[in-house]
């Protein structure tokens, strides 16, 4: 994931990257792709101030969320991107959400932690993964942009 932090005339001021897990409950949404049910897809990125490690067969929701949002509508002419060849192909999709400068709501909040949902009720749905990162003082100063 990185994160990108704008002032208001659209200069990056910084750029945060860290790895994410997929955890245990986005593992078995992707099995259950497999089977007639109907399932949600992962639309919503959720954020939170909680610093726990990630664990992946435990974790279901973040640790202290505090602001969820749909993401970004894609295309997948563009935001499908395949590299390498062979054996080494791969496939990925980019998925982004604004958090716009009065977002969220209560400000300043030091964001540690995200995750991809395919709820759009806090602390509901079903989380694919979770990261975690240095702190980032979000305020109505800054613009954020995240992308998985």
């Known amino acids: 994931m990185i994160i990108q932090k704008y002032n208001p005339q659209a200069q990056l001021v910084q750029e945060v990257k860290a790895d994410n897990s997929i955890v245990y409950t986005g593992r078995e949404l992707v099995a259950k792709l497999f089977t007639n049910q109907t399932i949600d897809p992962i639309r919503y990125i959720a954020l939170g101030t909680g610093g726990s490690t990630v664990a992946p067969a435990n974790d279901i929701q973040l640790e202290n969320e505090v602001f969820r949002k749909e993401l970004k509508p894609f295309d997948l002419g563009k935001d499908l991107i395949e590299t390498g060849d062979g054996d080494s192909k791969k496939c990925k999709?980019?998925?982004?959400?604004?958090?716009?400068?009065?977002?969220?709501?209560?400000?300043?909040?030091?964001?540690?932690?995200?995750?991809?949902?395919n709820s759009p009720e806090q602390s509901q749905g079903i989380m694919y993964n979770r990261v975690t990162f240095p702190k980032i003082t979000k305020s109505e100063q800054f613009k954020l942009t995240l992308v998985w």
Not at 94 to 108: A, C, N, Y
């Open 93 to 117: 999709i980019l998925l982004s959400v604004d958090l716009d400068f009065g977002e969220p709501d209560k400000q300043p909040v030091e964001l540690t932690e995200a995750g991809l949902f």
